[in-house]
C-alpha cells in the first residue's frame, strides 16, 4: 500500500496531542496548573483570552509540523531508540514553546504569570507527547512491514 509517510507523520503528531490534552485537563481538575494545553496554545493567538476551540486547531497545528520535523530529522538520526528520541524531541519543542510564551504572553504582563506546577504539567504533558509520537511512529511508519 503506498502512502504519503509525511502526511502521515504529520497526522500523528496531531493525534499524538490529544493524550496530552487528556492529561492536562486530569491535573487542572486535581487542582494541578493553570492551562491545559490547548488553552495555552490558543494564547498564541488570543494573547490573554484562552479558548478551547482555537487552541485545539493551534495545537493540532503545532503537533503536526513539529511530527513533520521530526520525522526528517529521523532520516539523519535514525529510526532506532525512537521513542527515547521522540520524547527528547517534544522536551526542546516544550523548552522553545515555554521561552515563546513567557516572552509574548507573561512579559508583558497580557495574562497573570502562571504558577510553577503548570510549568511541570506541560513539562510531563509534552513527554507524553512524544512518548505517543514514538510508539505511534514506531508502528505506523517504521514497521517491519513497510
Same mark, same amino acid.
Not at 15 to 32: D, N
Not at 33 to 61: C, Q
Given at each position: 500500500?503506498?502512502?504519503?509517510?509525511?502526511?502521515?507523520?504529520g497526522?500523528?503528531?496531531?493525534?499524538?496531542?490529544?493524550?496530552?490534552?487528556?492529561?492536562?485537563?486530569?491535573?487542572?481538575?486535581?487542582?494541578?496548573?493553570?492551562?491545559?494545553?490547548?488553552?495555552?496554545?490558543?494564547?498564541?493567538?488570543?494573547?490573554?483570552?484562552?479558548?478551547?476551540?482555537l487552541?485545539?486547531?493551534?495545537?493540532?497545528?503545532?503537533?503536526? &509540523?513539529?511530527?513533520?520535523? #521530526?520525522?526528517? +530529522? *529521523?532520516?539523519? /538520526?535514525g529510526?532506532?531508540? =525512537?521513542?527515547?528520541?521522540?520524547?527528547?524531541?517534544?522536551?526542546?519543542?516544550?523548552?522553545?514553546?515555554?521561552?515563546?510564551?513567557?516572552?509574548?504572553?507573561?512579559?508583558?504582563?497580557?495574562?497573570?504569570?502562571?504558577?510553577?506546577?503548570? &510549568?511541570?504539567?506541560?513539562? #510531563?504533558?509534552? +513527554? *507524553?507527547?512524544? /512518548?505517543?509520537?514514538?510508539? =505511534?511512529?514506531?508502528?505506523?511508519?517504521?514497521?517491519?512491514?513497510?
Amino acid at each position: 500500500m503506498l502512502y504519503d509517510k509525511p502526511l502521515v507523520a504529520g497526522a500523528l503528531g496531531a493525534i499524538s496531542t490529544i493524550p496530552y490534552e487528556i492529561f492536562t485537563r486530569l491535573l487542572l481538575a486535581a487542582g494541578v496548573g493553570k492551562y491545559g494545553v490547548f488553552e495555552l496554545t490558543s494564547l498564541i493567538i488570543t494573547l490573554n483570552r484562552p479558548t478551547f476551540l482555537l487552541g485545539a486547531v493551534m495545537t493540532f497545528i503545532v503537533g503536526g &509540523y513539529c511530527a513533520l520535523i #521530526f520525522y526528517y +530529522s *529521523l532520516k539523519k /538520526l535514525g529510526p532506532d531508540h =525512537l521513542t527515547i528520541k521522540s520524547i527528547c524531541f517534544s522536551l526542546l519543542v516544550w523548552i522553545i514553546m515555554e521561552i515563546f510564551f513567557v516572552w509574548l504572553i507573561e512579559g508583558p504582563k497580557l495574562i497573570s504569570p502562571r504558577p510553577i506546577d503548570d &510549568y511541570y504539567l506541560h513539562m #510531563f504533558g509534552s +513527554s *507524553l507527547f512524544g /512518548l505517543t509520537q514514538g510508539i =505511534l511512529f514506531k508502528r505506523y511508519l517504521f514497521t517491519a512491514k513497510g
